[in-house]
């Protein structure tokens, strides 16, 4: 695709080179600095100085000044000029001579003494631009001898030539440029490479030189642009390898040229201009009768038989904006990353970035994402000028002001989607997905607080998952701004982190409770009132638990209260009083127990007065319950079971005092045995189970548990007191018969003789038959009085054989004293 890279620019016209001079042609030229040295066909030299200056409307124009012309004294045209500034010499091939010309008088330099100024039969020469001498006050020359094939490698001073090395070549060379130790020939059938210095050669490519015209030109270090056949303008290193695609031009083209990235080519009727980078022709100029073109020190001149032109190059940055503006975005990057070498590196890495920045705007408006993307990324764009393209998102506070002059094209968005809801959907995802990648980078330094309040308006409107991510986080969103979206989007929970934020609590559970009480709507969270419960419980200020665990304990007693019971313990937490919620629960029952249930039974604390509280509501909870009509049986099994577990479990409450609540409560006698039994009263408790209730599992489970922590003594004690129980009731005679009889005394017996047969282990057999009634059947105790029997004599014998161990053990004892020698043990024998 075409680009306008160059502008042909008159730089010496035909009035004043030749003025009235028809005959006169022009056949070579060379440019050092401002001076611009003409060789004629009538062997003059002309000597002129060119200005570069603009025009007023911007363009670039030459000026030009003839300083002197001489006639070099000889018939031919002169063929070939070469500027040794240095020297301050001009290097001249005229009628096949090579002399030199002084560059300020245009004089021929005589010869020095011993030596010559001038070398004869030449065809061609060039001046070796990497020089291996390092002298630097002496040029290297390649010469092409006309006689015999040869190259001669000369060294140029200011006032003498002198050969350095000769070296042969297979065929006859026609054309010839040089770089350092390596010669570039155009031979009569081939292009090869000579390193004249070791003598090693490289054929290239067949080409004949009698059909089309060779060009060898030295572009860089150690590589060269020849002609090839097929009209091709091939690449080729020293090492004769081609590192470059090579450019298709013209069959016809008669010289070459290159101003990077460009490479410039005549033919009889164009200019063509090819990109380097990517061999694509950019710019072709109309150009008849052009016969000479050549590079100055990156000044690209050409020359018609009657006047002299500058290729002007464009400014790189007008011929990439060229580009840009063709939406030419990859043609654009090609360019400004092969001029790198050409460009100061600060000036290059500003330049870089704005175009990269360009062309990802370029590609955002095509909605190639991805590429955009890439582009901003390498660009470091201020992700700013990417919000600014969307409506409101910035914040009100924000200093942000776009670039000038702009990226792109863009007014905002809706400029840029012309009513597409759909692409106006796409570009707010784009925008999403692009500021959550670069929110964490160095990108971001200095406009977070812009960011992260565009990234919250883009969630709340496009209701993403992510929003209250963003605001779990660590974000810089600007109260002021996001507080109206989020209120226009009902994110009346997301509104409220945000005010967490900002360090203002107490707003946000003023807003969540709006919410939970239904004055606002807003179904982020369906367990919002379990979150206020965590929110409180996990604060710091115990000023926002007092004044909202209110509302709390009035929505839900059983969930509020965990305000404190899952409050954490921490150093860095203010602590909460133990009294001083019990204080504040006081007026909410339910709460109330269910916090000194979490002091008593998970937390264990060991203090009185909350274990006599709990008991005190257990108690008075069983005794509404019993004071209901009708009374509900489940409920109240229930609270008994969870009262009488604590009274037996616990020994801080204040039995006394318990007991004196339920003083005449007939319906507690089971917990009255309990308190009885912790007072040590187990006469009373085992009367109340034995004889008023008659629950003789409860006895004997009372039993158990009085002893579970006291010796076997204390135990036997117990049952034995509850067996008297049993026998105080009864009446001699036989148990059987009274229990067959149904009466009181009969079942009594029956409890007794259970016990014995079920504890028999525990009781003192002796004790026992002392106790009960003569008239007992022993048929009914003969379980008991079997495990009493066998108990007795496994006792007996069990202490026969420690008797007889011990016996044994002492006989064993002197018999080893006797052996020994023992003076005592065996006068004691």
């Known amino acids: 695709m075409s680009v306008k890279a160059f502008e042909l620019v008159p730089a010496v016209e035909r009035d004043l080179l030749m003025g009235d001079k028809a005959r006169i042609n022009i056949e070579c030229i060379e440019c050092c600095g401002k001076h611009l040295y003409v060789g004629t066909n009538d062997c003059f030299i002309h000597h002129f100085l060119l200005d570069e200056v603009t025009s007023s409307k911007g363009k670039p124009c030459y000026s030009a000044q003839k300083l002197l012309h001489k006639y070099l004294g000889l018939k031919k045209p002169v063929a070939e000029l070469r500027a040794a500034s240095a020297l301050e010499r001009l290097i001249v091939l005229c009628e096949g001579i090579v002399f030199l010309v002084d560059m300020v008088t245009l004089e021929t330099v005589p010869s020095a003494a011993g030596g010559g100024a001038k070398i004869r039969g030449v065809t061609a020469f060039c001046i070796n631009e990497n020089p291996v001498s390092g002298d630097p006050f002496c040029v290297e020359m390649g010469v092409i001898s006309s006689k015999r094939r040869t190259v001669q490698i000369y060294m140029v001073y200011e006032d003498r030539v002198q050969l350095a090395k000769e070296v042969t070549t297979p065929e006859q060379p026609c054309a010839i440029s040089l770089d350092g130790y390596f010669l570039c020939l155009a031979l009569a059938t081939q292009y090869m490479i000579l390193n004249y210095n070791t003598g090693a050669s490289q054929d290239l490519f067949p080409y004949n030189s009698e059909e089309r015209r060779p060009i060898v030109k030295r572009i860089s270090r150690d590589e060269f642009l020849l002609a090839a056949p097929g009209g091709l303008g091939m690449f080729a290193n020293a090492e004769g390898v081609s590192q470059r695609a090579p450019v298709n031009w013209s069959e016809c083209v008669i010289a070459a040229a290159v101003c990077f990235p460009y490479v410039v080519a005549l033919d009889e009727n164009f200019i063509t201009i090819h990109s380097m980078l990517d061999q694509q022709l950019k710019q072709t100029l109309s150009f008849r009768d052009g016969h000479i073109l050549q590079d100055f020190e990156g000044k690209v001149m050409l020359a018609s038989t009657k006047a002299v032109y500058v290729l002007a190059p464009l400014p790189l940055e007008r011929q990439i904006q060229d580009l840009l503006a063709n939406h030419r975005v990859e043609e654009a990057l090609i360019l400004i990353e092969g001029a790198q070498r050409n460009i100061p590196k600060d000036k290059f890495q500003i330049l870089h970035k704005r175009i990269l920045q360009q062309a ?77 990648e670069v929110r964490s980078t160095e990108v971001v330094n200095g406009c977070r607080e812009d960011v992260d309040t565009a990234l919250l308006k883009l969630y709340a409107e496009q209701d993403h998952d992510s929003l209250l991510d963003l605001l779990a986080s660590d974000n810089s969103c600007v109260l002021a701004d996001s507080i109206p979206w989020l209120e226009k989007y009902h994110k009346y929970f997301a509104l409220g982190l945000l005010y967490h934020c900002n360090g203002q609590d107490s707003a946000a559970l003023q807003l969540w409770i709006r919410v939970v009480d239904g004055n606002l709507q807003d179904s982020t969270r369906s367990d919002l009132y379990e979150y206020i419960v ?34 954490p313990s921490s150093k860095n937490q203010s602590e909460m009083s133990h009294d001083d919620v019990i204080t504040y629960l006081g007026k909410n029952h339910q709460a109330l127990l269910l916090y000194l249930e979490h002091l008593v039974l998970e937390k264990k604390i060991q203090k009185e007065k909350f274990h006599t509280h709990l008991v005190v509501l257990y ?39 318990v007991l004196g609540k339920m003083e005449n409560c007939d319906q507690l006698l089971l917990e009255r045995a309990t308190l009885h039994g912790k007072l040590e009263e187990h006469d009373k408790a085992l009367h109340i189970l034995v004889h008023k209730l008659r629950d003789f599992p409860s006895a004997e489970a009372f039993c158990m548990w009085a002893s579970s922590s006291r010796d076997s003594a204390y135990q036997k004690q117990l049952f034995h007191l509850l067996l008297g129980a049993y026998l105080d009731g009864s009446t001699p005679g036989k148990p059987h018969a009274a229990a067959t009889a149904g009466g009181d005394s009969g079942e009594l017996d029956m409890a007794a003789v259970d016990l014995l047969n079920r504890h028999g282990e525990v009781f003192d057999a002796i004790r026992v038959l002392q106790m009960l009634p003569e008239g007992w059947s022993l048929q009914l105790l003969r379980p008991f009085l079997n495990r009493a029997i066998r108990a007795s004599m496994h006792a007996c014998r069990t202490s026969q054989i420690a008797l007889g161990l011990a016996h044994s053990e002492n006989v064993q004892l002197l018999h080893d004293r006797v052996r020994n020698g023992d003076p005592q043990c065996c006068a004691s024998c």
Do not use: M
Request: aromatic fraction near 10%; include cysteine.
């Open 360 to 436: 990802g705007f370029i590609q955002f408006g095509q909605l190639q994402f991805l590429e955009a993307k890439e582009h901003f990324r390498k660009g470091q764009l201020d992700v700013r000028e990417l919000i600014s393209l969307y409506p409101l998102l910035l914040p009100a506070s924000s200093s942000f002001t776009r670039c000038h002059p702009p990226l792109h094209e863009f007014a905002d968005l809706h400029h840029l989607a012309q009513g597409d809801q759909e692409k106006v959907v796409r570009c707010k995802k784009f925008l999403i997905t692009y500021l959550k």
């Open 619 to 657: 108690l008075e909870r069983v005794l509404s319950l019993l004071s209901e009509s009708p009374t509900d049986e489940k409920k109240l099994t229930k609270a008994r079971e969870r009262l009488q577990a604590l009274l037996r479990e616990s020994s801080l409450y204040r039995v006394q005092f």
């Open 534 to 567: 965590d929110f409180l419980c996990c604060t710091s200020s115990l000023d926002l638990v007092w004044k909202f665990a209110d509302w709390a304990l009035r929505n839900n007693p059983t969930i509020g209260v965990q305000i404190f019971t899952k409050r």
